[in-house]
C-alpha cells in the first residue's frame, strides 16, 4: 500500500478536489506522513488557499480527530507523536505566512515541567497537541526554577503558563510557582494549567490553577474555552 502511495504520489494529491484533497490530509496527519502533508499544504496554497484556511480546515481539524481517538484509547502516544511530526511539515510551510498576514493565533502558552522534575513526555505531548490546535507554543523544557517560569511570563507574555509534574514530591513546587505570581501581582494576568499523572483536580483547585487537565486532549479543550471566556470578557 505504501508503495502505492508513494508511487503515484504527485498525481494523486494533485489530482484531487480540494474537499478530498483535506479528507486526505486529515488520513495523512492521522498516519503520520509529514512529506504527503507538506506536499498537499503546498498545493493547496497554490490553489489560492490562505494560510489560516489551511491551517484551520486541514491541520487543526486533523488534529483533532487525532486528539479525539487519543482521549478514547484508540490511538497511543507514539501515534500521536508521529501525528504532531506531520503536522509540523505543513506548518513549517503556512508558519511565515501566517505572520506575515498578521493572522492572530489561537493563543500563547508557556509550557514546562517544574523544578525537581526531568520528565518530558507528557509536557511534550501537551505542547505538540496545542501547536497542533493552533497556539504559539514555548516550551521552556524540564526542571524549571519559580524564577525561569516569571521571566519566561515577563518576556513571552503567553495567554497560558502550562506546568507538568509526574512525581508526588514536586507536584507542590506548582503552588511555590503561582503563589510567587500572586507574590508580583501578575497572576491574573494568566491563565494556569497544571497535569501530570499523580495530580487531579482537587490538586489543581488547591494550588490555585485555572484548571486541571487530565491529558492532552483535555488541554487543549480548556485552554480554547479560557482563552475564548477570557476575551469575551
Request: proline letters at 3%; hydrophobic letters at 45%; charged letters at 25%.
Amino acid at each position: 500500500m505504501a508503495d502505492q502511495i508513494e508511487d503515484g504520489d504527485d498525481f494523486d494529491l494533485a489530482a484531487l478536489p480540494d474537499d478530498e484533497l483535506v479528507e486526505q490530509m486529515h488520513d495523512d496527519l492521522y498516519n503520520g506522513l509529514r512529506d504527503e502533508i507538506a506536499e498537499a499544504t503546498n498545493i493547496l496554497l497554490g490553489r489560492g488557499w490562505s494560510a489560516s484556511r489551511v491551517l484551520d480546515e486541514a491541520l487543526v481539524e486533523g488534529m483533532r480527530i487525532v486528539g479525539v481517538d487519543f482521549r478514547d484509547g484508540i490511538l497511543f502516544v507514539p501515534e500521536v507523536l508521529m501525528a504532531a511530526n506531520a503536522m509540523k511539515g505543513g506548518m513549517e510551510i503556512i508558519r511565515p505566512l501566517l505572520s506575515e498576514t498578521g493572522a492572530e493565533t489561537v493563543g500563547k502558552i508557556v509550557i514546562g515541567t517544574v523544578k525537581g522534575d526531568i520528565h518530558d513526555i507528557g509536557k511534550n505531548l501537551v505542547a505538540m497537541m496545542m501547536e497542533g490546535a493552533g497556539f504559539e507554543v514555548i516550551d521552556i523544557g524540564i526542571n524549571i526554577p519559580v524564577e525561569t517560569y516569571i521571566e519566561e511570563l515577563e518576556k513571552h507574555k503567553p495567554d497560558i503558563l502550562g506546568m507538568s509534574a509526574l512525581l508526588t514530591t514536586t507536584m507542590p513546587y506548582m503552588k511555590v510557582v503561582i503563589d510567587t505570581m500572586k507574590e508580583k501581582g501578575i497572576r491574573d494576568d494568566y491563565i494556569v494549567l497544571v497535569g501530570g499523572a499523580p495530580l487531579n483536580e482537587a490538586f489543581g483547585n488547591a494550588v490555585g490553577a485555572d484548571a486541571y487537565c487530565r491529558d492532552a486532549g483535555v488541554a487543549v479543550e480548556t485552554a480554547k474555552a479560557l482563552i475564548q471566556q477570557r476575551r469575551a470578557a
